[in-house]
């Protein structure tokens, strides 16, 4: 038994997005016996957004309310976050640890990708910025299509696949567009929610959907900085993951205080996005 655990944990290590996929079609076939399939929520509709793209809905990702004690669920803070802390390079250290958690959403579980992770930190976007500085919008996309997708990827894929597709902005990050471009090419359904305000987000929240945002400032200038509004609690806080900083993923943020910080930017439908299956 020892050894098979080291096993597994090793696995887990060196292929964290096949590792994850398994897990995904096992819990599935499991799920599917136990609760027989379901519809995904209602989603509510966003009256005078920017975005113009026709997707077609998928049908639920096998990540959908994943449970395994293969690897951990995060341990929360009830601590109220900072807002100001957010995207704020000189406050944050990004660091040479391996994340290996799972965070809860909207949508289901997911597997928490920090852009700072030994394994591609240094991993050149675009052929010339560090991941750990620039890859905000490849790891934020990237958390979402490895978790309610069938693609297993990691935030080295879609560095790859952003600066293949024109959404990479050389010395600046991502643009805008990397958000609907990448998610609806890997199958999720995108929709501009940049005129929410704090109860139409908390809605959509609650209906099932996730919400990236990208806030004003960055991590590595104020250019900007993307981050996933997971998930709202009773209390009426919210979950963030942010793959800058990991500790600002296990605390509680005030939606309100996050919206307020918004960039004001409209370029492809940003800079709030809802996104489900």
Not at 70 to 96: E, F, K, V, W
Not at 148 to 169: K, L, R
Not at 192 to 220: C, E, I
Request: contains cysteine; glycine residues 10%.
């Amino acid at each position: 038994m020892a050894a098979a655990t080291i096993l597994l944990s090793l696995f887990f290590y060196f292929f964290p997005s096949q590792a994850v996929h398994s897990a995904h079609a096992i819990y599935d076939f499991a799920n599917q016996l136990i609760r027989g399939d379901e519809p995904p929520p209602d989603q509510p509709s966003l009256q005078n957004t920017g975005s113009n793209q026709e997707v077609q809905q998928t049908s639920p990702s096998p990540a959908e309310s994943l449970e395994t004690t293969d690897i951990p669920m995060i341990s929360l803070s009830s601590t109220q976050g900072d807002i100001s802390y957010i995207g704020q390079s000189d406050s944050l250290t990004a660091t040479d640890a391996d994340y290996l958690v799972m965070l809860d959403t909207a949508m289901g579980a997911m597997l928490y990708y920090n852009q700072g992770d030994s394994r591609w930190g240094d991993y050149l976007y675009g052929g010339m910025d560090p991941m750990r500085q620039y890859g905000c919008g490849p790891t934020v996309a990237a958390m979402l299509i490895n978790a309610f997708t069938p693609s297993s990827v990691t935030p080295i894929d879609i560095a790859d696949w952003s600066a293949a597709n024109g959404c990479y902005s050389p010395h600046g990050g991502s643009y805008h567009s990397i958000i609907t471009k990448a998610l609806t090419a890997h199958g999720l359904h995108v929709e501009s929610a940049a005129n929410a305000d704090r109860d139409t987000a908390a809605d959509l929240l609650r209906s099932g959907h996730v919400l990236v945002a990208l806030v004003g400032k960055g991590t590595f200038s104020n250019e900007g900085h993307f981050i996933i509004i997971t998930n709202i609690l009773e209390n009426g806080s919210v979950h963030i993951a942010d793959s800058y900083n990991f500790e600002n993923t296990k605390m509680e943020w005030d939606l309100g205080l996050v919206l307020a910080e918004l960039k004001g930017s409209g370029d492809d439908g940003g800079p709030l996005w809802a996104v489900s299956y």
